[in-house]
């Protein structure tokens, strides 16, 4: 199975500051159609995870711009600006390429400073 | 508005059986691939099972450590989606969600398997 490892295990930020957490996996990626399925979830506490970026890059439906993803292969990070209070919980990758186990990174915990 | 619901939880002792559902609206779910993940008590996620639509055969995925005793099952006319498990072990205890894959996700229901 494909491992993702994210990094940190924890951050405390500042409100109005910017962090990001990466997240490297064992295997590429990129799928045989092209298209590399790496998202990036949000689970706010007693909350299920909620979808912030889609295949690396794209912000799902009513995500801030203060969000932003990008990477390539098997290196990726989740960019957070302008942290608001609203950002605060567990940050999880999750790839969909490498079919039919797909596999989510152990979390980043997001707190404030 | 998409809605999946999970129900069927609870406490179970180890090596008895529990069906959990999930019952959709708010999209085309005949179309939908449907999956289940489970949260342990540590926060890890794990991805489950999946169960394609029917024009794929309704083809169904397990991860390994559930491969044998739990079953994904689906039922159109309802919009719903099932994972039956059986001989439940003590690792299984987790919040049960299920999801479209990746944008939709249920509230979560827990399983404790406990004695």
């Known amino acids: 199975d494909v491992v993702m490892t994210q990094t940190p295990v924890s951050l405390s930020v500042s409100l109005g500051g910017q962090t990001s957490i990466s997240c490297r996996s064992s295997q590429s990626l990129v799928h045989s159609d092209g298209n590399t399925y790496l998202y990036w979830y949000l689970q706010k506490p007693g909350q299920s995870p909620q979808l912030l970026i889609y295949?690396?890059?794209n912000r799902f439906s009513g995500v801030p711009d203060r969000f932003s993803g990008s990477g390539s292969g098997t290196d990726f990070t989740l960019k957070i600006s302008r942290v608001e209070p609203e950002d605060l919980g567990v940050y999880y990758c999750?790839?969909?390429?490498?079919?039919?186990?797909?596999?989510f990174g152990g979390g980043t915990k997001l707190e404030l400073k | 508005e998409v809605q999946l619901v999970e129900t069927g939880g609870g406490l179970v002792q180890p090596g008895k059986s529990l069906k959990l559902t999930c019952a959709t609206s708010g999209f085309t779910f005949s179309t939908a691939w449907m999956h289940w993940v489970r949260q342990s008590p540590e926060k890890r996620l794990e991805w489950i099972a999946r169960i394609k639509d029917k024009s794929n055969n309704y083809a169904t995925d397990y991860v390994e450590s559930v491969k044998g005793r739990f079953t994904i099952s689906r039922d159109d006319s309802k919009s719903s989606v099932y994972l039956q498990m059986n001989s439940l072990k003590e690792e299984d205890t987790a919040t049960y969600y299920c999801?479209?894959?990746?944008?939709?996700w249920g509230q979560g229901v827990m399983v404790t398997v406990s004695s």
């Open positions: 295949k690396v890059s």
């Open positions: 999750y790839q969909g390429t490498h079919y039919p186990t797909w596999t």
């Open positions: 999801t479209t894959g990746s944008e939709y």
